[in-house]
């Protein structure tokens, strides 16, 4: 259950003062300056103490505005908030980092950081992927802005896996439609991930869902020529293998135009 706004920075506190006088004095020295709380953050941070620490770096903010190491500590609360799983914190820290201090040393690091906390708010695949969207866009902008940074092949990596995500979802929405043999609407789904996400892995099912939608609306020889194709250009290939796998059920799939002279029955796992 989430923590009443009045009793956060108590608790926070109390939190504070536990990790303090469990670390032992010869291991985390006395606060008597803003560099000694800067340093104190940094031990808590090692040892996963993310709440302790954001209080620490907090106050250090509020005290430290305008001084040379505001942007360091604004950043290490970003990354305590991104430890504790409070994505929204976090974003709120790293946005403030790029927009206020573009020139900071921590800001190629913020950027990246702030498509880790946007993606971090995305929702299971069924629901909305606006975050998964707004995520995808960050990194974009932290690649275009800080080329050569140490994170930018970790960056290209997220951006696949999140195009692919999104891929997958509508993917899985054309399979629905194709399920309730409505193959209009399924090929809405495939053509998009077919022409929007032809870099994800999604691009093989989105293929095979449009010989789906041909067979459904009674274009058999269509369908087929179209596992043909993909046999041909992927040879070798798993999605060659599962373009002739799907040869013979594609092969006996009735239209629908049928489904109003068959009054039977029927499966509804079968399209």
């Known amino acids: 259950m989430p923590v009443p706004r009045r009793l956060a920075r108590p608790l926070a506190a109390a ?70 799983r409070e994505w929204a914190l976090a974003q709120v820290e790293f946005e403030r980092l790029v927009r206020d201090y573009p020139e900071s040393d921590s800001a190629a ?24 969207v707004r995520a995808i866009e960050q990194w974009q902008r932290y690649l275009a802005s800080y080329p050569g940074h140490w994170r930018n092949a970790e960056a290209e990596r997220r951006i696949a896996d999140g195009r692919a995500r999104l891929a997958r979802k509508l993917d899985a929405t054309g399979r629905l439609y194709v399920k309730l043999r409505r193959p209009g609407p399924a090929r809405v789904y495939f053509e998009r991930v077919r022409d929007e996400y032809a870099d994800t892995p999604l691009v093989g099912d989105a293929l095979i869902g449009l010989a789906w939608c041909d067979a459904l609306e009674g274009r058999r020889a269509q369908a087929l020529e179209r596992l043909d194709d993909l046999e041909a250009r992927f040879r070798g290939q798993p999605l060659a293998a599962r373009a002739a796998a799907e040869r013979a059920r594609i092969a006996r799939v009735r239209p629908v135009e049928a489904d109003a002279k068959d009054t039977r029955v029927r499966d509804p796992q079968t399209p």
Do not use: K
């Open 15 to 84: 939190a504070l003062a536990l990790a303090l006088a469990g670390c032992g004095a010869s291991v985390l020295p006395t606060i008597t300056s803003d560099a000694d709380r800067l340093a104190a953050a940094r031990t808590l941070m090692a040892r996963r103490n993310w709440i302790a620490a954001a209080e620490l770096l907090r106050v250090h903010v509020d005290r430290s505005l305008g001084s040379a190491d505001v942007d360091e500590a604004i950043y290490l609360l970003g990354e305590c908030h991104l430890g504790a």
């Open 109 to 132: 690091a913020a950027s990246f950081q702030l498509g880790a906390a946007l993606f971090g708010q995305t929702r299971p695949a069924d629901f909305d992927q606006e975050f998964t």
